[in-house]
């Protein structure tokens, strides 16, 4: 079965420090790959989303990712982190064959110190 | 307000007692999901539906069942409830009428379950 892992649980870091999260799918087909974020109490939102074309993609408050198809990976970027970053981050892949059904990573919980 | 609520936000409940969590959008979409997040294991999929007369089973199906009253309603229900399912769900929606799937998935609030 398809699997979606993502390598570290949790997260600490300082404020402008620069973050980076790992995550990695079982999967040889064609895949959309996604990035959510949960801040504490909220519901997930999408941060960022790659379907095709340039590998490198830009979400919302100053993340990336990349895609890197040889290796099965959609790593998250920050340059530089805020204490607001502070949050739950989830990497999810669709399998294009399965039809809209996300698959998620186990999340990264994230904490910026100020 | 927001474009996917779920009710209740919060339950207590005992094992063997019989739980729905229901789930309706304002999004005019036409699919609709319900996850379970635990802490370390992500979301898992419990069911979901692409439209009105169609429902299938997630990954973690067993215990739960689900009913599409309309396009804007999709309920879960526990018949027997019992401790292991002590979780947080969210149903979520995604649109394909009127174009491409954009595949973004809108979540609700969450609704926390604690069975005694």
């Known amino acids: 079965a398809q699997s979606v892992s993502q390598h570290n649980h949790h997260v600490i870091l300082s404020e402008a420090a620069s973050l980076e999260l790992g995550c990695n799918y079982s999967?040889?087909?064609?895949?959309?790959l996604f990035w959510y974020v949960q801040y504490p109490g909220q519901h997930l939102q999408l941060l960022l989303k790659?379907?095709?074309?340039?590998?490198l993609v830009k979400g919302i408050k100053g993340f990336e990712a990349e895609f890197i198809k040889s290796k099965f990976s959609f790593n998250l970027r920050k340059p530089s982190v805020q204490w607001s970053d502070t949050a739950e981050y989830f990497c999810?892949?669709?399998?294009?064959?399965?039809?809209?059904?996300?698959?998620f990573g186990g999340g990264t919980r994230v904490l910026v110190k100020p | 307000d927001a474009d996917v609520t779920q009710t209740p936000r919060n339950r207590i409940t005992k094992t063997g007692k019989r739980i729905m969590l229901e789930c309706s959008q304002t999004?005019?979409?036409?699919?609709m999901y319900w996850y379970r997040q635990d802490p370390g294991l992500g979301l898992r999929l419990i069911y979901y539906?692409?439209?009105?007369?169609?429902?299938n089973k997630g990954e973690i199906s067993d215990g739960y069942s689900v009913s599409r009253q309309a396009q804007a309603k999709f309920s879960l229900s526990l018949e027997s409830a019992i401790p292991n399912q002590t979780a947080l769900y969210f149903c979520?929606?995604?649109?394909?009428?009127?174009?491409?799937?954009?595949?973004?998935?809108?979540f609700g609030e969450g609704s926390r379950l604690t069975v005694l």
């Open positions: 999004k005019g979409h036409d699919r």
């Open positions: 999810a892949v669709e399998m294009r064959a399965a039809g809209n059904k996300l698959t």
């Open positions: 979520a929606t995604s649109g394909t009428t009127g174009g491409p799937n954009t595949g973004e998935l809108f």
């Open positions: 790659y379907f095709s074309g340039d590998p």
């Open positions: 999967y040889g087909g064609t895949v959309n």
């Open positions: 539906s692409f439209d009105v007369k169609d429902i």
